[in-house]
């Protein structure tokens, strides 16, 4: 019977050993399996140094239970006379619940980790393929791989191997693996051997020799024929060979698995053959072969099969690996498969993947190897297949720093790390980190955090994620500060040449220039350098990210020159988190935004403010306007003063609009579409009604003083009534005035049409600005009426002449400036016009119909593609807002809720009334709000309207990532843009049209 003071003490020393169920602990130290070493204070110490001290324990029962009487004497025996033996055994048990589970079957593997010897520390692949000779079978070479991977871990968990050699050790035990399967086949085949030659070339991580504990081994198979077999027969019989080599390795046994052998980097993937001639892989490469694949042939290492072929393909295909970074788009390629990457982690385990995620492996590996294809073209002691001797090299040659490098290192070797424990656990392949308490704490501790294992491993994982992912930037960009600044002659530095050749790599047009740009900002012994030496590395890393990099550093040196005597600037993109990332993405983006910003540069404090983008109130834009109208000597000055406000907030709204486009950081890319082009049309119209609001003002006040002899209101129609505009939009207007009480009639119209030409003069005065031309067209009789009428003959005209057209131009009509109370009383006149009681007849829709027709068969610009015309062409702003308005123009006298102004509210409003059913609504919308971004995007990326896509390839291309797509994508953008409006059009024919 135990005594209970004892249990008490035995509790108290399982707790301190680190045990976390010590009654189960207790438990299992008292049976019979234990019996001889259960009161050894050496055992209980060696199992409180594990990892996971409940877990060797259990495991170390169920060996011992798995031994037998005489074994199990000879196995404790031998524990506590050897601590080499008690620490990697005890280890291993403690770490890997999976390689417990083998022991336990294979209860004799224990004595593979007996011998302490020099040579077991540090087997080569000659040691390996010893130990898998005998493994005959499938079920066998299993047997004995495992045995193997329990030595690797042995020395792993206790510390004999750093993780660059544990990775290079599995690496070579693949190797051998796959050697002993070839065998295996070959054995089972050898009239099939007999006809061919076959090569198994490595790629990936078992190429790189850096291979995980569980991972796919990734290869490609070289045929050849052998002793004058004719090639197609030999090809098929290699290809059977490779396959059964593949099914050796990657079937479940009774013994479990030991990894698959993952075929699909080969020519064409998986719809390629599995076996091919080395001229058939080179003339797949030389002619289709993508930039990925040559990334992937760095790591190509020819590992099985017949030594001769494997060499001659390895010295085949390396001369096309280092001239990849000549490619067109090579960058490009690059960085939209990391981006691909990343956009396929479920979002639940973008916080938790170790490799894939944000900080992860991949970012590093990514980054070693695009350096080394850019600078590998003229430099061999970069073609290592290593990553960490690949990073050493870099640094050795100049390419990267030398503590950026050491950083990166060890924040890989810590990753690594990770990776190997939580994969050793259970021999799964995963990358995530674990979320429960207990597997963090025994990760914790098997990474030597003792003290707060959870706690510990936490901070540490990331911290390091941070280092790689302030590196993964810094990298790239750092070194091209240090060869233009000139602070340290002898530091080793990247040639003019090295620099050209990495920024022309990473998407800079001309690398000339750009390096002029960096000397110039990062340059001199200054506190304003030195700052651009620190924001520098990220700022261009950004630019490189966007469809014209060099346009971006050009901007941003421009606009550092403006305000380079302003203390806060520098200080506000080096302090305020989203400033710096906020102005690339604006300078990177296009001409109109940093056009802006150039003749306003104090503008950039608003990217700093966390308030700063937001539209502002139409009311707070109109007495802005109206005071600094206010304090101008002349009418000219009034609108410069407009338009200086004016100035400021396009950049208000196009920064905003681009940074909720392309995303940053710390805000991604803004989902609702919709919300997006309807704040630009709200901002821009508000902003639009301001200006006019003030040239209105200045116009009158120049002449007549206060007041004018008649009252006077500007009407919005069009996109400008719709609260639509964009950025290149005309604002459509008719103009009303009405004289006051005891004006002559023709004084008071002299005085309106003054007035309108006075403000037509203001706003088109020469202006480096985007133009805010007024179109008034649409008012009654066209460009053949006069421009102002009274609201009299407004009345009258629209009593006797007003045509079907003009009601439907009216629907869209709403007061922007002047007269409120004449604006309201205009819009109570043309109610009825706009909503005729009981809808509109059958002629009024056919000739609405042929309107329309009409439109679009002449209006359409000569040589335009109808399939991508925003406007006019199919499914495009025209198709849908007509179609909308013919519902207005129907049911507005009987449904409220169509009576607005605005195209998406209006459709809305028909869905609602069930007017048009769900999905014809959300098409119908998805067009017209597509459309509407089409054409910002140009206006944004041009500086100048359009209503097409652009021809030019960088143009193009900035559109796409104003839309959303990643570089080399236009292709599917336009697609993408023809498959949305073609449906619209479809709706379009069976609602305006009838069918």
């Not at 001309?510 to 960096?518: F, I, K, N, T």
């Not at 907030?649 to 991604?668: C, H, K, Q, V």
């Given at each position: 019977?135990?005594?209970?003071?004892?249990?008490?003490?035995?509790?108290?020393?399982?707790?301190?050993?680190?045990?976390?169920?010590?009654?189960?602990?207790?438990?299992?130290?008292?049976?019979?399996?234990?019996?001889?070493?259960?009161?050894?204070?050496?055992?209980?110490?060696?199992?409180?140094?594990?990892?996971?001290?409940?877990?060797?324990?259990?495991?170390?029962?169920?060996?011992?239970?798995?031994?037998?009487?005489?074994?199990?004497?000879?196995?404790?025996?031998?524990?506590?006379?050897?601590?080499?033996?008690?620490?990697?055994?005890?280890?291993?048990?403690?770490?890997?619940?999976?390689?417990?589970?083998?022991?336990?079957?294979?209860?004799?593997?224990?004595?593979?980790?007996?011998?302490?010897?020099?040579?077991?520390?540090?087997?080569?692949?000659?040691?390996?393929?010893?130990?898998?000779?005998?493994?005959?079978?499938?079920?066998?070479?299993?047997?004995?791989?495992?045995?193997?991977?329990?030595?690797?871990?042995?020395?792993?968990?206790?510390?004999?191997?750093?993780?660059?050699?544990?990775?290079?050790?599995?690496?070579?035990?693949?190797?051998?693996?796959?050697?002993?399967?070839?065998?295996?086949?070959?054995?089972?085949?050898p009239e099939d051997a007999a006809q061919c030659r076959l090569a198994v070339i490595a790629m990936g991580k078992c190429g790189g020799n850096e291979l995980n504990y569980v991972s796919d081994v990734d290869v490609i198979f070289v045929g050849d024929a052998a002793n004058g077999a004719d090639e197609s027969a030999a090809l098929r019989a290699a290809t059977?060979?490779?396959?059964?080599?593949?099914?050796?390795?990657?079937?479940?046994?009774?013994?479990?698995?030991?990894?698959?052998?993952?075929?699909?980097?080969?020519?064409?993937?998986?719809?390629?053959?599995?076996?091919?001639?080395?001229?058939?892989?080179?003339?797949?490469?030389?002619?289709?072969?993508?930039?990925?694949?040559?990334?992937?042939?760095?790591?190509?290492?020819?590992?099985?099969?017949?030594?001769?072929?494997?060499?001659?393909?390895?010295?085949?295909?390396?001369?096309?690996?280092?001239?990849?970074?000549?490619?067109?788009?090579?960058?490009?390629?690059?960085?939209?498969?990391?981006?691909?990457?990343?956009?396929?982690?479920?979002?639940?385990?973008?916080?938790?993947?170790?490799?894939?995620?944000?900080?992860?492996?991949?970012?590093?590996?990514?980054?070693?190897?695009?350096?080394?294809?850019?600078?590998?073209?003229?430099?061999?002691?970069?073609?290592?297949?290593?990553?960490?001797?690949?990073?050493?090299?870099?640094?050795?040659?100049?390419?990267?720093?030398?503590?950026?490098?050491?950083?990166?290192?060890?924040?890989?070797?810590?990753?690594?790390?990770?990776?190997?424990?939580?994969?050793?656990?259970?021999?799964?392949?995963?990358?995530?980190?674990?979320?429960?308490?207990?597997?963090?704490?025994?990760?914790?501790?098997?990474?030597?955090?003792?003290?707060?294992?959870?706690?510990?491993?936490?901070?540490?994982?990331?911290?390091?994620?941070?280092?790689?992912?302030?590196?993964?930037?810094?990298?790239?960009?750092?070194?091209?500060?240090?060869?233009?600044?000139?602070?340290?002659?002898?530091?080793?530095?990247?040639?003019?040449?090295?620099?050209?050749q990495r920024l022309e790599a990473l998407g800079y047009a001309d690398p000339a220039a750009a390096l002029r740009h960096l000397e110039a900002l990062a340059s001199g012994v200054t506190r304003k350098a030195a700052i651009q030496r620190t924001l520098l590395p990220v700022m261009l890393g950004w630019f490189a990210d966007s469809a014209d990099p060099d346009?971006?550093?050009?901007?941003?040196?421009?606009?550092?020159?403006?305000?380079?005597?302003?203390?806060?600037?520098?200080?506000?993109?080096?302090?305020?988190?989203?400033?710096?990332?906020?102005?690339?993405?604006?300078?990177?983006?296009?001409?109109?935004?940093?056009?802006?910003?150039?003749?306003?540069?104090?503008?950039?404090?608003?990217?700093?403010?966390?308030?700063?983008?937001?539209?502002?109130?139409?009311?707070?834009?109109?007495?802005?306007?109206?005071?600094?109208?206010?304090?101008?000597?002349?009418?000219?000055?009034?609108?410069?003063?407009?338009?200086?406000?004016?100035?400021?907030?396009?950049?208000?709204?196009?920064?905003?609009?681009?940074?909720?486009?392309?995303?940053?950081?710390?805000?991604?890319?803004?989902?609702?579409?919709?919300?997006?082009?309807?704040?630009?049309?709200?901002?821009?119209?508000?902003?639009?009604?301001?200006?006019?609001?003030?040239?209105?003002?200045?116009?009158?006040?120049?002449?007549?003083?206060?007041?004018?002899?008649?009252?006077?209101?500007?009407?919005?129609?069009?996109?400008?009534?719709?609260?639509?505009?964009?950025?290149?939009?005309?604002?459509?207007?008719?103009?009303?005035?009405?004289?006051?009480?005891?004006?002559?009639?023709?004084?008071?119209?002299?005085?309106?049409?003054?007035?309108?030409?006075?403000?037509?003069?203001?706003?088109?005065?020469?202006?480096?600005?985007?133009?805010?031309?007024?179109?008034?067209?649409?008012?009654?009789?066209?460009?053949?009426?006069?421009?102002?009428?009274?609201?009299?003959?407004?009345?009258?005209?629209?009593?006797?002449?007003?045509?079907?057209?003009?009601?439907?131009?009216?629907?869209?009509?709403?007061?922007?400036?002047?007269?409120?109370?004449?604006?309201?009383?205009?819009?109570?006149?043309?109610?009825?016009?706009?909503?005729?009681?009981?809808?509109?007849?059958?002629?009024?829709?056919?000739?609405?119909?042929?309107?329309?027709?009409?439109?679009?068969?002449?209006?359409?610009?000569?040589?335009a593609d109808p399939t991508l015309h925003t406007k006019l062409g199919r499914g495009g702003l025209s198709d849908v807002e007509w179609t909308v308005q013919l519902l207005q123009m129907r049911h507005a006298w009987a449904e409220p809720g169509l009576r607005t102004t605005r195209t998406r509210e209006a459709l809305a409003a028909a869905h609602a009334a069930?007017?048009?059913?769900?999905?014809?609504?959300?098409?119908?919308?998805?067009?017209?709000?597509?459309?509407?971004?089409?054409?910002?995007?140009?206006?944004?990326?041009?500086?100048?309207?359009?209503?097409?896509?652009?021809?030019?390839?960088?143009?193009?291309?900035?559109?796409?990532?104003?839309?959303?797509?990643?570089?080399?994508?236009?292709?599917?953008?336009?697609?993408?843009?023809?498959?949305?409006?073609?449906?619209?059009?479809?709706?379009?024919?069976?609602?305006?049209?009838?069918?």
């Amino acid at each position: 019977m135990t005594v209970p003071g004892r249990r008490s003490s035995t509790f108290m020393r399982l707790l301190r050993s680190g045990f976390t169920d010590p009654s189960a602990a207790a438990a299992l130290l008292d049976s019979d399996a234990l019996a001889a070493v259960r009161n050894d204070p050496v055992l209980l110490d060696a199992l409180g140094a594990t990892a996971d001290p409940d877990l060797a324990l259990r495991g170390l029962v169920r060996l011992a239970e798995a031994e037998g009487e005489s074994g199990r004497r000879v196995l404790l025996d031998t524990l506590l006379r050897s601590k080499p033996l008690r620490d990697r055994l005890l280890g291993v048990l403690g770490a890997s619940e999976a390689l417990a589970d083998h022991l336990a079957r294979h209860s004799a593997d224990w004595h593979a980790l007996e011998t302490y010897e020099p040579a077991d520390l540090h087997p080569g692949l000659a040691d390996f393929e010893q130990c898998l000779a005998d493994a005959h079978d499938p079920v066998r070479l299993r047997v004995a791989y495992r045995r193997c991977l329990l030595s690797i871990a042995a020395r792993d968990v206790c510390g004999t191997i750093d993780v660059a050699e544990t990775a290079a050790e599995l690496a070579d035990l693949a190797t051998a693996t796959l050697r002993a399967a070839l065998r295996i086949a070959t054995a089972a085949a050898p009239e099939d051997a007999a006809q061919c030659r076959l090569a198994v070339i490595a790629m990936g991580k078992c190429g790189g020799n850096e291979l995980n504990y569980v991972s796919d081994v990734d290869v490609i198979f070289v045929g050849d024929a052998a002793n004058g077999a004719d090639e197609s027969a030999a090809l098929r019989a290699a290809t059977r060979l490779a396959s059964h080599l593949m099914r050796i390795c990657s079937e479940t046994t009774v013994e479990g698995t030991i990894w698959p052998v993952d075929a699909n980097l080969r020519p064409e993937g998986r719809n390629g053959p599995l076996v091919r001639t080395l001229s058939s892989h080179l003339a797949y490469y030389q002619r289709w072969a993508k930039t990925w694949e040559f990334q992937a042939l760095l790591k190509a290492r020819a590992v099985a099969g017949d030594p001769d072929l494997g060499a001659q393909y390895v010295e085949a295909i390396t001369p096309l690996v280092w001239q990849a970074a000549e490619r067109e788009n090579f960058v490009a390629d690059v960085q939209h498969m990391r981006r691909r990457v990343v956009d396929n982690i479920p979002a639940a385990h973008v916080d938790r993947e170790l490799k894939l995620g944000p900080g992860g492996l991949r970012d590093v590996e990514f980054a070693v190897q695009l350096l080394q294809l850019v600078h590998g073209r003229s430099d061999a002691t970069l073609h290592s297949r290593t990553t960490l001797d690949a990073l050493h090299a870099l640094a050795a040659g100049g390419y990267v720093g030398r503590t950026d490098a050491a950083q990166l290192g060890d924040a890989y070797r810590f990753l690594r790390a990770m990776e190997h424990r939580i994969q050793l656990y259970r021999l799964r392949r995963t990358h995530l980190v674990p979320e429960g308490e207990a597997d963090l704490r025994r990760l914790g501790r098997s990474l030597g955090l003792r003290t707060e294992p959870v706690a510990e491993l936490n901070r540490a994982w990331r911290r390091h994620a941070s280092v790689v992912r302030r590196l993964h930037e810094k990298l790239f960009y750092r070194p091209l500060l240090d060869a233009v600044a000139q602070l340290a002659p002898g530091e080793t530095r990247l040639s003019p040449r090295a620099a050209g050749q990495r920024l022309e790599a990473l998407g800079y047009a001309d690398p000339a220039a750009a390096l002029r740009h960096l000397e110039a900002l990062a340059s001199g012994v200054t506190r304003k350098a030195a700052i651009q030496r620190t924001l520098l590395p990220v700022m261009l890393g950004w630019f490189a990210d966007s469809a014209d990099p060099d346009a971006g550093l050009l901007n941003f040196r421009k606009v550092s020159d403006a305000l380079g005597k302003t203390p806060w600037y520098l200080r506000l993109l080096r302090d305020e988190g989203a400033a710096a990332e906020n102005l690339a993405r604006v300078l990177s983006a296009g001409r109109l935004a940093p056009d802006l910003l150039l003749r306003a540069p104090e503008a950039v404090a608003l990217l700093g403010d966390p308030e700063g983008l937001q539209p502002r109130a139409a009311d707070a834009l109109e007495q802005e306007v109206l005071a600094a109208v206010g304090r101008a000597d002349s009418a000219e000055a009034a609108v410069t003063s407009a338009r200086g406000v004016r100035r400021r907030e396009l950049f208000r709204t196009a920064a905003a609009d681009i940074i909720g486009s392309y995303g940053t950081e710390d805000s991604p890319a803004e989902t609702d579409l919709g919300a997006l082009v309807d704040r630009v049309g709200r901002a821009v119209t508000d902003l639009t009604a301001a200006t006019i609001g003030g040239a209105l003002r200045a116009a009158v006040r120049d002449q007549w003083g206060d007041t004018l002899p008649t009252r006077f209101a500007v009407i919005g129609v069009g996109r400008f009534g719709g609260h639509e505009l964009g950025y290149g939009s005309d604002a459509d207007v008719l103009f009303v005035h009405e004289p006051r009480e005891g004006v002559d009639e023709q004084d008071a119209a002299k005085a309106a049409q003054a007035v309108v030409a006075e403000m037509r003069r203001l706003l088109q005065l020469p202006t480096a600005d985007p133009p805010l031309l007024i179109d008034a067209d649409l008012r009654p009789e066209g460009r053949s009426g006069p421009l102002v009428r009274t609201l009299a003959s407004y009345a009258a005209y629209y009593r006797r002449w007003s045509l079907t057209w003009e009601s439907q131009a009216l629907l869209r009509a709403v007061p922007v400036a002047g007269d409120p109370d004449l604006g309201r009383r205009f819009i109570d006149l043309i109610d009825p016009l706009r909503y005729p009681a009981e809808g509109l007849g059958d002629d009024a829709v056919r000739e609405i119909r042929r309107l329309k027709a009409r439109m679009e068969s002449e209006r359409l610009p000569r040589g335009a593609d109808p399939t991508l015309h925003t406007k006019l062409g199919r499914g495009g702003l025209s198709d849908v807002e007509w179609t909308v308005q013919l519902l207005q123009m129907r049911h507005a006298w009987a449904e409220p809720g169509l009576r607005t102004t605005r195209t998406r509210e209006a459709l809305a409003a028909a869905h609602a009334a069930g007017l048009i059913g769900t999905e014809e609504a959300q098409i119908l919308d998805e067009a017209w709000v597509l459309a509407s971004r089409v054409r910002n995007a140009v206006m944004l990326v041009r500086g100048r309207a359009g209503d097409t896509f652009p021809t030019q390839t960088r143009e193009l291309a900035a559109v796409g990532r104003y839309l959303g797509y990643a570089e080399g994508t236009v292709g599917e953008m336009l697609d993408d843009y023809r498959r949305t409006t073609r449906r619209a059009r479809a709706v379009v024919d069976d609602l305006f049209y009838g069918g």
